[in-house]
């Protein structure tokens, strides 16, 4: 069966821009989690939804936002860019909350 | 707060070699754990997922362990390949925290 697909791989932005990130889960999933990773923080939590509802939310300011859809599908929002988000973007599905998580290949999002 | 350390940070090994991973948790209510695989630039392959109430699991040549009291959890590699390069993380969901807690890697150099 199909993995967990995000769009587009890579991506550059300028700063002051906005990007939105897509993830579809594997088929029958309904918890979607997305992470961000950066070589000095390592992987960090921004958010994840489940039945199109925002169940939990990570450290991360209001400019980074997003969104579930009826068929699971979610996206990820990012406003006026800053340089410091250049990182890559994984998502995440699960069946059910809190279990096992089968990640994406992820977004590669560079702000110059 | 949920703190998970990995040891060592890099690991090199002949062809061959059995090996053992380290990662620890501070806080022992658990979910379940789960151990990661990422190749360079890529996303991440779910290897194993502990369940709590489970001491351990198997899959091919990878064995992984859980300590719930001592906050432990070991992933043994038999008879390592170069393939098995990579960066390895451990990852927790806490019962009060719908999120994975990720240490921050060990990456692994197996040489042929």
């Known amino acids: 069966k199909a993995g967990v697909t995000q769009t587009p791989r890579y991506l550059i932005k300028t700063r002051g821009q906005q990007v939105t990130l897509s993830c579809s889960p594997i088929?029958?999933?309904?918890?979607v989690s997305w992470y961000q990773q950066t070589p000095g923080q390592g992987l960090q939590f921004l958010f994840e939804?489940?039945?199109?509802?925002?169940?939990n939310k990570g450290n991360f300011p209001g400019r980074f936002s997003g969104r579930q859809f009826s068929n699971s599908r979610s996206e990820m929002n990012v406003s006026t860019l800053e340089l410091g988000d250049s990182a890559l973007y994984l998502c995440?599905?699960?069946?059910?909350?809190?279990?096992?998580?089968?990640f994406g290949q992820g977004t590669r999002l560079t702000v110059v | 707060k949920q703190e998970v350390t990995q040891i060592p940070a890099a690991l090199s090994v002949p062809e061959g070699e059995n090996l053992v991973l380290n990662c620890s948790f501070t806080d022992s209510a658990i979910y379940n754990l789960q151990w990661f695989r990422q190749d360079p630039g890529k996303g991440l392959t779910s290897l194993l997922l502990?369940?709590?109430?489970?001491r351990e699991q198997t899959s091919g040549r990878l064995n992984a362990s859980l300590d719930k009291s001592s906050g432990r959890s070991t992933l043994y590699i038999a008879a390592s390949q170069p393939g098995d390069s990579a960066t390895y993380l451990c990852?927790?969901?806490?019962?009060?925290?719908?999120?994975?807690?990720f240490g921050s890697g060990t990456q692994l150099t197996v040489l042929p």
């Open positions: 990852a927790v969901i806490s019962g009060s925290a719908r999120q994975l807690t």
């Open positions: 088929s029958g999933h309904r918890s």
């Open positions: 995440a599905s699960s069946l059910a909350e809190m279990a096992e998580a089968f």
């Open positions: 502990i369940q709590s109430s489970q």
């Open positions: 939804y489940f039945s199109e509802t925002q169940r």
